[in-house]
């Protein structure tokens, strides 16, 4: 892998180094102390001193952060269909993204549980600015997805991004990567045509769709009862509801990241739909497609996937209600519920400011919107 320097995670021999480096760094140390509250430092720094590989780092010290992030901010994380997966295979996980680490950390987690292929996971270069946090990253076995490029440079990356998940795949390690660019911040999730051009562009003499039925995409669905991070998002949903446009704060992606960490989350599930298969993708390839109507196409089916197994919470049902200003799903909720998700409302929105409103309950509504069109359809 000596081509993919500049993007690729940390060798086995580089974690201790790396651990040890960082271990004094005090938002490296803060983690710790929240993982292990019960331990001294000099014991919590003995695990670290035993940690020789990505495997172990993610196995004695990782996998217990997601825990304890687990139990003091959600009311419990369940999965489903991920039993159905073979222990022995890798896959191509292609999640919705809401939440800038807890998406992966989450898959990795329940993955971990069924002693599933962990997966090489991609994240923007502009979220690991920080060297703890680009440490941390490559602790985490994250590759580099490069931002804020021309659009020669971002060809080039693009096609060397592809070689190296084509490599990754090829040495037996799972990947994840997210359906779009950047987090789905009004809850309709879609899959950017983009992400499946990048990943094909390795396909070498493969015909395109052969090669994404090679490396066995999985859909996956990653619901949040409550989004701790709404009111974050909300100044750039505004923005472009009003069509203007929006910077970011220097520090929002950070905040982002410790927000979505710490905020209370509600219930949480994780939903695994069936491998797409080359039988799955033949009525696409009978149809004479261009390659981009196939990239659509193909698209539309992990769409499909994601919205057919998004576990809908009452949040979801209350604010499609709302909405529409209908009472259609109310045997999906109780009154209590109704009356929790009304004052979260009036916390964080101006419920006189019609667009603000409108914009955070489709936030909620958005998911029973699309599974409501897989019917409708």
């Known amino acids: ?25 005090p938002m490296v140390k803060a983690l710790l102390q929240f993982t292990f509250p019960d331990l001294e430092y000099d014991e919590i720094r003995t695990i ?13 010290v990782i996998y217990y952060s997601v825990e304890k992030v687990l139990e003091k901010t959600s009311e419990g994380l369940s ?31 329940t993955l971990y549980n069924h002693d599933l292929v962990m997966t090489a996971s991609a994240i923007g ?17 994250n590759f580099l997805v490069l931002r804020n490029q021309s659009p020669r440079e971002m060809l080039k990356s693009s096609m060397r991004l592809s070689e190296y998940t084509r490599e990754l795949l090829e040495d037996s390690r799972s990947i994840w990567m997210a359906q779009r660019e950047g987090r789905t911040k009004d809850g309709n999730d879609v899959t950017q045509q983009g992400v499946l051009k990048m990943i094909g562009m390795a396909k070498g003499d493969l015909d395109l769709l052969d090669y994404l039925a090679k490396i066995k995409i999985v859909p996956v669905s990653i619901s949040y009862e409550f989004d701790p991070t709404d009111m974050l998002k909300m100044p750039e949903v505004l923005a472009k509801r009003m069509q203007e446009e929006y910077k970011k704060s220097a520090n929002e992606d950070f905040n982002s990241i410790m927000q979505g960490a710490m905020g209370q ?15 799955d993708l033949d009525y696409i390839r009978e149809q004479n497609l261009s390659v981009n109507d196939q990239l659509q196409a193909v698209s539309k089916l992990i769409d499909k996937a994601i919205h057919k197994n998004y576990k809908l919470w009452p949040s979801n049902y209350i604010a499609c209600d709302l909405l529409r200003n209908e009472e259609r799903f ?13 004052r979260r409302v009036s916390r ?5 400011n019609p667009l603000a409103l409108n914009s955070y309950l489709l936030m909620y509504a958005n998911p029973v919107i699309n599974k409501l069109g897989l019917n409708e359809g």
Do not use: W
């Open 1 to 25: 892998m000596q081509n993919f320097d500049d993007i690729r995670f940390y060798d086995d021999e580089e974690v201790n180094p790396a651990l040890q480096q960082y271990v004094k760094h």
């Open 48 to 60: 670290l001193a035993d940690c020789y590989s990505i495997k172990d780092f993610q196995s004695k």
């Open 79 to 109: 999965d489903r269909g991920f039993d159905k997966l073979d222990q022995d295979e890798s896959y191509f996980y292609i999640s919705n993204h809401r939440d800038i680490l807890l998406d992966t950390s989450l898959l990795n987690y």
């Open 125 to 141: 270069d502009n979220l690991v600015q920080k060297p703890f946090l680009a440490a941390l990253a490559k602790l985490n076995r």
């Open 265 to 279: 989350k509600g219930r949480i599930r994780l939903n695994a739909g069936d491998v797409i298969t080359s039988e």
């Open 330 to 342: 109310t045997d999906k909720y109780t009154e209590k519920e109704k009356r929790q998700f009304d």
């Open 348 to 352: 964080r929105v101006d419920i006189k």
